[in-house]
């Protein structure tokens, strides 16, 4: 079974781009959560999409959303980047159920110059 | 305000013995914890979890303990190999309605170093 997987690996923007990033969740998983990893903050929770819908959503400002197709691999945006996004964007996929296992994807290493 | 907490940045050990990684938390809501480690330029992998109506659960050579009344459970690897070295994080979510299960609060992990 394939694991999760994320596109791309590496990434290099400036400010005031945007940025899309992908996750293709474990066969059959309908859940996917996004992380972001910094050396100061350590792992935070993004949001979390199940079947199309986002179900909870994190602390973090408007630039950064998501969504979920219907085949449940999901995108991640932010838009208008600052330099503090620098991170890895960890993407994270599970059945859904209450007390799930999430299994992460390898993630995705963003850099803002 | 953090409600996982790992005090520990790094932990060294002797090839053949016994690591012991602590996490504490803060938050009662939390019932269902999980140990992930993670190498380098690699997403977290799951070790073992544990749910709230148990107080241990093993796999192998890993065990973790839940002491709910402390609010603090732990990883014991037995016996320690140098394949180990990695980071640890401890991870908890509550329970409830439907939205609130799937949110993984971290601690700030704890690198554990395998001296053979």
């Known amino acids: 079974k394939a694991g999760v997987t994320q596109t791309p690996r590496y990434l290099i923007k400036t400010r005031g781009q945007q940025v899309t990033l992908s996750c293709s969740p474990i066969s059959g998983h309908r859940s996917v959560s996004w992380y972001q990893q910094t050396p100061g903050q350590g792992l935070q929770f993004l949001f979390e999409?199940?079947?199309?819908?986002?179900?909870n959503k994190g602390n973090f400002p408007g630039r950064f959303s998501g969504r979920q197709f219907s085949n449940s691999r999901s995108e991640m945006n932010v838009s208008t980047l600052e330099l503090g996004d620098s991170a890895l964007y960890l993407c994270a996929s599970s059945s859904g159920t209450a007390l799930n296992i999430q299994y992460f994807g390898a993630g995705t290493r963003l850099s803002v110059l | 305000d953090q409600q996982v907490k790992q005090n520990s940045p790094s932990l060294s050990v002797q090839e053949g013995r016994i690591s012991i990684l602590n996490c504490d938390y803060t938050n009662s809501m939390f019932d269902y914890f999980l140990w992930y480690k993670k190498y380098p330029a690699e997403g977290p992998t799951f070790l073992i979890s544990?749910?709230?109506?148990?107080d241990k659960n093993e796999d192998g050579r890993f065990t973790v303990f839940l002491n709910k009344s402390a609010k603090h459970l732990s990883l014991h690897i037995v016996p320690s190999q140098p394949g180990d070295s990695a980071v640890y994080f401890c991870?908890?979510?509550?329970?409830?309605?439907?939205?609130?299960?799937?949110?993984?609060?971290f601690g700030s992990g704890t690198q554990l170093t395998v001296l053979p």
């Open positions: 544990i749910s709230s109506i148990k």
């Open positions: 999409y199940f079947s199309e819908t986002q179900r």
């Open positions: 991870a908890a979510s509550a329970g409830g309605d439907s939205g609130s299960a799937r949110q993984l609060t």
